[in-house]
Protein backbone atom coordinates (compact mmCIF):
# COMPACT_ATOMS: atom_id res chain seq x y z
CA UNK A 1 0.00 0.00 0.00
CA UNK A 2 1.67 3.48 -0.79
CA UNK A 3 2.22 5.96 1.98
CA UNK A 4 -0.82 8.34 2.78
CA UNK A 5 -0.09 11.51 3.38
CA UNK A 6 -0.97 13.40 6.89
CA UNK A 7 -0.77 16.50 8.74
CA UNK A 8 2.70 18.71 8.31
CA UNK A 9 3.97 16.52 5.41
CA UNK A 10 4.41 13.58 7.44
CA UNK A 11 3.49 10.35 6.50
CA UNK A 12 2.98 6.79 7.81
CA UNK A 13 2.60 3.45 5.53
CA UNK A 14 -0.67 2.09 5.99
CA UNK A 15 0.41 -1.57 5.88
CA UNK A 16 3.18 -1.38 9.13
CA UNK A 17 1.23 1.04 11.40
CA UNK A 18 -0.17 -0.43 13.85
CA UNK A 19 -3.76 -0.38 15.33
CA UNK A 20 -4.39 2.95 17.04
CA UNK A 21 -7.47 2.60 20.11
CA UNK A 22 -8.39 5.02 22.36
CA UNK A 23 -6.15 3.75 25.43
CA UNK A 24 -3.13 4.50 22.98
CA UNK A 25 -0.71 6.62 24.80
CA UNK A 26 0.98 9.36 22.86
CA UNK A 27 4.52 10.37 23.86
CA UNK A 28 6.58 13.03 21.24
CA UNK A 29 9.01 15.45 20.54
CA UNK A 30 8.81 19.42 21.35
CA UNK A 31 11.07 21.50 19.19
CA UNK A 32 11.07 24.26 16.45
CA UNK A 33 11.56 22.79 13.52
CA UNK A 34 11.08 19.20 14.31
CA UNK A 35 9.57 17.77 11.30
CA UNK A 36 12.23 15.37 9.63
CA UNK A 37 13.66 14.30 12.88
CA UNK A 38 14.47 10.09 13.21
CA UNK A 39 12.75 10.18 16.75
CA UNK A 40 9.36 9.06 15.88
CA UNK A 41 11.10 5.72 13.41
CA UNK A 42 12.91 4.76 16.01
CA UNK A 43 10.46 5.37 19.10
CA UNK A 44 7.37 3.36 17.27
CA UNK A 45 9.64 0.62 15.56
CA UNK A 46 10.37 0.21 19.39
CA UNK A 47 7.03 0.11 20.44
CA UNK A 48 5.56 -2.49 17.96
CA UNK A 49 8.44 -4.71 18.86
CA UNK A 50 7.31 -4.99 22.10
CA UNK A 51 3.63 -4.54 21.55
CA UNK A 52 3.06 -2.00 23.19
CA UNK A 53 0.12 0.33 22.97
CA UNK A 54 1.83 3.55 22.61
CA UNK A 55 2.71 6.38 19.61
CA UNK A 56 5.58 8.70 18.72
CA UNK A 57 4.29 11.93 17.28
CA UNK A 58 6.34 14.79 16.58
CA UNK A 59 5.23 18.70 17.45
CA UNK A 60 6.45 21.69 16.22
CA UNK A 61 6.51 24.61 18.76
CA UNK A 62 7.98 28.08 17.55
CA UNK A 63 9.58 30.05 20.17
CA UNK A 64 7.21 31.66 22.13
CA UNK A 65 4.52 28.86 22.33
CA UNK A 66 6.32 26.48 24.55
CA UNK A 67 4.48 27.56 27.89
CA UNK A 68 1.10 26.27 26.23
CA UNK A 69 3.27 23.11 24.39
CA UNK A 70 4.04 21.97 28.33
CA UNK A 71 0.14 22.94 29.55
CA UNK A 72 -0.78 20.39 26.62
CA UNK A 73 1.39 17.76 28.30
CA UNK A 74 -0.67 18.16 31.36
CA UNK A 75 -3.88 18.59 29.62
CA UNK A 76 -3.92 16.05 27.00
CA UNK A 77 -2.44 13.72 29.45
CA UNK A 78 0.59 12.78 27.24
CA UNK A 79 2.44 9.92 28.75
CA UNK A 80 6.00 11.54 27.92
CA UNK A 81 7.80 13.94 25.50
CA UNK A 82 11.70 14.20 24.33
CA UNK A 83 12.55 18.15 23.87
CA UNK A 84 15.04 19.52 21.34
CA UNK A 85 15.86 22.75 19.88
CA UNK A 86 15.76 25.52 21.03
CA UNK A 87 14.19 24.39 24.21
CA UNK A 88 16.05 22.53 26.42
CA UNK A 89 17.17 24.99 28.92
CA UNK A 90 13.52 27.23 28.59
CA UNK A 91 11.21 23.92 29.81
CA UNK A 92 12.80 23.60 32.99
CA UNK A 93 10.94 26.29 34.68
CA UNK A 94 7.61 24.70 33.34
CA UNK A 95 8.21 21.36 34.98
CA UNK A 96 7.48 20.47 38.66
CA UNK A 97 10.41 18.68 39.23
CA UNK A 98 14.21 18.11 37.36
CA UNK A 99 16.62 15.19 38.11
CA UNK A 100 19.13 16.26 39.71
CA UNK A 101 21.91 15.76 37.08
CA UNK A 102 19.50 17.64 34.27
CA UNK A 103 19.37 20.77 37.07
CA UNK A 104 22.82 20.99 37.11
CA UNK A 105 23.30 20.52 33.25
CA UNK A 106 20.73 23.36 33.02
CA UNK A 107 18.95 21.49 30.29
CA UNK A 108 16.55 18.87 29.80
CA UNK A 109 15.37 16.70 26.86
CA UNK A 110 13.28 13.89 28.64
CA UNK A 111 9.94 14.61 30.37
CA UNK A 112 8.33 11.99 31.93
CA UNK A 113 4.61 12.52 32.84
CA UNK A 114 4.37 10.48 36.73
CA UNK A 115 0.83 11.08 38.27
CA UNK A 116 0.07 14.35 36.60
CA UNK A 117 3.49 15.79 37.75
CA UNK A 118 6.13 16.33 34.85
CA UNK A 119 9.36 15.18 35.69
CA UNK A 120 12.35 15.91 33.43
CA UNK A 121 15.84 14.55 32.85
CA UNK A 122 18.56 14.71 30.35
CA UNK A 123 20.04 11.94 28.60
CA UNK A 124 21.81 13.25 25.99
CA UNK A 125 25.38 13.36 28.06
CA UNK A 126 24.66 9.30 28.72
CA UNK A 127 23.61 9.10 25.11
CA UNK A 128 27.06 10.74 23.62
CA UNK A 129 29.35 9.10 26.31
CA UNK A 130 27.48 5.10 25.29
CA UNK A 131 28.42 6.56 21.41
CA UNK A 132 32.40 7.22 22.89
CA UNK A 133 32.21 3.49 24.52
CA UNK A 134 30.83 1.68 21.31
CA UNK A 135 33.60 3.60 19.11
CA UNK A 136 36.43 2.38 21.28
CA UNK A 137 37.01 5.92 22.34
CA UNK A 138 38.23 6.68 25.13
CA UNK A 139 39.15 10.48 26.90
CA UNK A 140 40.93 9.31 29.91
CA UNK A 141 44.31 11.58 29.81
CA UNK A 142 42.68 13.06 26.58
CA UNK A 143 42.23 16.77 26.15
CA UNK A 144 38.72 17.11 24.33
CA UNK A 145 37.21 20.78 22.74
CA UNK A 146 33.50 21.43 22.30
CA UNK A 147 32.70 23.67 19.82
CA UNK A 148 29.14 25.84 21.23
CA UNK A 149 27.76 25.91 24.67
CA UNK A 150 24.28 25.37 24.00
CA UNK A 151 22.47 22.73 25.68
CA UNK A 152 24.08 19.93 24.61
CA UNK A 153 27.34 21.05 25.11
CA UNK A 154 26.23 21.18 29.12
CA UNK A 155 25.01 17.66 28.70
CA UNK A 156 27.91 16.38 27.44
CA UNK A 157 30.15 18.67 29.35
CA UNK A 158 28.89 17.32 32.34
CA UNK A 159 30.13 13.54 32.14
CA UNK A 160 33.34 15.04 29.77
CA UNK A 161 34.55 16.98 32.59
CA UNK A 162 34.65 13.80 34.96
CA UNK A 163 36.05 11.82 32.53
CA UNK A 164 38.85 13.75 30.08
CA UNK A 165 42.30 15.09 31.17
CA UNK A 166 41.28 18.54 30.71
CA UNK A 167 38.02 19.94 28.90
CA UNK A 168 37.93 23.35 26.47
CA UNK A 169 35.05 25.19 25.58
CA UNK A 170 34.48 27.75 22.59
CA UNK A 171 31.66 29.71 21.70
CA UNK A 172 31.27 33.11 19.65
CA UNK A 173 29.30 34.04 22.38
CA UNK A 174 31.92 34.01 25.07
CA UNK A 175 29.81 35.18 28.12
CA UNK A 176 27.74 32.02 27.10
CA UNK A 177 30.67 29.92 27.04
CA UNK A 178 32.46 31.56 30.48
CA UNK A 179 29.05 30.79 32.42
CA UNK A 180 29.54 26.78 31.11
CA UNK A 181 32.91 26.87 32.14
CA UNK A 182 31.85 28.28 35.78
CA UNK A 183 29.61 25.97 36.15
CA UNK A 184 31.58 22.78 35.15
CA UNK A 185 34.24 23.87 37.46
CA UNK A 186 32.14 23.31 40.33
CA UNK A 187 31.95 19.63 39.51
CA UNK A 188 36.20 19.40 38.30
CA UNK A 189 38.72 22.31 37.85
CA UNK A 190 40.38 20.94 34.83
CA UNK A 191 37.36 22.92 32.53
CA UNK A 192 39.02 25.83 30.33
CA UNK A 193 38.75 28.54 27.81
CA UNK A 194 39.86 27.69 24.00
CA UNK A 195 40.52 31.23 24.00
CA UNK A 196 40.20 30.53 20.05
CA UNK A 197 40.32 27.69 18.35
CA UNK A 198 43.67 28.45 15.70
CA UNK A 199 45.69 25.49 17.67
CA UNK A 200 44.56 22.59 17.42
CA UNK A 201 47.71 20.42 18.45
CA UNK A 202 46.22 20.87 21.98
CA UNK A 203 43.34 18.53 21.53
CA UNK A 204 43.01 15.01 21.04
CA UNK A 205 39.14 14.95 20.34
CA UNK A 206 37.04 17.62 18.77
CA UNK A 207 33.29 18.10 18.95
CA UNK A 208 30.96 20.18 17.09
CA UNK A 209 27.89 20.87 19.97
CA UNK A 210 26.77 23.82 17.37
CA UNK A 211 23.85 23.50 14.52
CA UNK A 212 26.47 24.43 12.04
CA UNK A 213 26.06 21.45 9.31
CA UNK A 214 22.18 21.52 9.28
CA UNK A 215 21.78 23.11 6.77
CA UNK A 216 23.96 22.82 3.02
CA UNK A 217 25.88 26.47 2.76
CA UNK A 218 26.57 26.39 6.65
CA UNK A 219 29.95 27.48 7.63
CA UNK A 220 32.48 24.43 8.91
CA UNK A 221 32.62 25.55 12.31
CA UNK A 222 36.70 24.76 12.84
CA UNK A 223 39.29 25.26 10.79
CA UNK A 224 40.03 22.22 8.04
CA UNK A 225 43.46 23.08 7.79
CA UNK A 226 44.44 22.98 11.30
CA UNK A 227 43.37 19.09 11.92
CA UNK A 228 45.79 15.78 11.66
CA UNK A 229 45.51 12.35 11.31
CA UNK A 230 45.78 11.64 14.99
CA UNK A 231 42.39 13.59 15.75
CA UNK A 232 38.94 12.39 16.66
CA UNK A 233 36.56 14.71 15.65
CA UNK A 234 32.63 14.23 16.28
CA UNK A 235 29.54 16.08 15.05
CA UNK A 236 26.78 15.84 17.35
CA UNK A 237 24.49 16.26 14.06
CA UNK A 238 23.11 12.92 12.72
CA UNK A 239 24.27 12.79 9.34
CA UNK A 240 27.82 13.01 7.68
CA UNK A 241 28.31 16.74 7.82
CA UNK A 242 31.11 18.78 5.60
CA UNK A 243 33.17 19.01 8.69
CA UNK A 244 33.07 15.18 9.15
CA UNK A 245 33.63 14.85 5.39
CA UNK A 246 36.46 16.76 5.25
CA UNK A 247 38.09 15.21 8.46
CA UNK A 248 37.58 11.85 7.55
CA UNK A 249 39.86 13.07 4.36
CA UNK A 250 42.89 14.52 6.43
CA UNK A 251 43.24 11.06 8.07
CA UNK A 252 40.83 11.65 11.22
CA UNK A 253 38.40 9.34 12.99
CA UNK A 254 35.01 10.56 12.86
CA UNK A 255 31.34 10.16 14.33
CA UNK A 256 28.35 11.92 13.46
CA UNK A 257 25.49 11.84 16.21
CA UNK A 258 23.47 8.90 15.15
CA UNK A 259 24.75 7.02 18.32
CA UNK A 260 24.19 9.89 20.40
CA UNK A 261 20.50 10.09 19.15
CA UNK A 262 20.02 6.13 19.80
CA UNK A 263 21.21 6.06 22.96
CA UNK A 264 19.57 9.04 24.38
CA UNK A 265 16.62 7.63 23.15
CA UNK A 266 17.11 4.56 24.37
CA UNK A 267 17.50 5.64 28.05
CA UNK A 268 14.76 8.09 27.45
CA UNK A 269 12.25 5.11 25.98
CA UNK A 270 13.37 3.09 29.63
CA UNK A 271 12.02 6.07 31.50
CA UNK A 272 8.74 6.27 29.92
CA UNK A 273 7.90 2.85 30.02
CA UNK A 274 9.61 1.48 32.63
CA UNK A 275 11.05 -1.90 30.02
CA UNK A 276 14.76 -2.16 28.52
CA UNK A 277 14.89 -0.10 25.08
CA UNK A 278 15.33 -2.71 22.15
CA UNK A 279 18.27 -1.13 20.81
CA UNK A 280 18.81 -3.45 18.05
CA UNK A 281 15.47 -2.34 16.74
CA UNK A 282 15.73 1.15 17.48
CA UNK A 283 18.96 1.21 15.69
CA UNK A 284 17.39 -0.40 12.51
CA UNK A 285 15.01 1.95 12.21
CA UNK A 286 17.37 4.79 12.76
CA UNK A 287 19.47 3.82 9.90
CA UNK A 288 16.63 2.78 7.31
CA UNK A 289 15.51 6.31 8.33
CA UNK A 290 19.30 7.61 7.93
CA UNK A 291 18.95 9.95 4.93
CA UNK A 292 16.40 12.35 6.64
CA UNK A 293 18.57 15.06 7.71
CA UNK A 294 18.28 16.74 10.87
CA UNK A 295 18.75 17.48 14.34
CA UNK A 296 17.51 15.31 16.80
Not at 12 to 26: E, H
Not at 49 to 74: E, I, M, S, W
Request: aromatic residues 6%; proline residues 4%.
Amino acid sequence: MKNKKTLKGQSIRASKCQYISGKTKVLGLLGWPVEHSLSPAMHNAAFKHLGLDCCYLTFPVKPGFLKDAVKAVRALDLAGVNVTMPHKENVIPLLDKVDADASFIGAVNTIVNQGDKLIGYNTDGRGFMKLLSEACISVKNKNVLIVGAGGASRAIGYYLCQSASKLFLYDIDRKKAGKLIRDLKKINNNVFSAGNINNMDKYDVIINATPLGLRKNDPVPVNIGLLKSGHVVCDLIYKNTPLLQKASRKGCKTLNGLGMLLWQGAFAFELWTGKKPPVEVMRKALVENGSVKSSV
